[in-house]
């Protein structure tokens, strides 16, 4: 079984990254220098904190909110 995930970027200019502003994943913290490597990054700290298993189906749907 899979779950869907809603998770609202901002930019962080003093870093220079993009981070999770909000989520529907209570906890989920994560930031990285490009939007496609932030989403590279959710789905194993998602599974990780939800504790599903490394194979478990996961639809992650990023909004990125203006700088």
Do not use: H
């Amino acid at each position: 079984m899979g779950c869907q995930v809603t998770v609202s970027c901002g930019w962080n200019a003093m870093e220079r990254v993009f981070f999770v502003k909000t989520s529907s994943v209570p906890g989920l913290d994560c930031a990285a220098r490009t939007i496609p490597a932030l989403m590279c990054e959710l789905p194993g700290r998602i599974r990780e904190l939800l504790g599903l298993d490394v194979e478990a189906y996961i639809d992650v749907f990023v909004e990125r909110i203006a700088r």
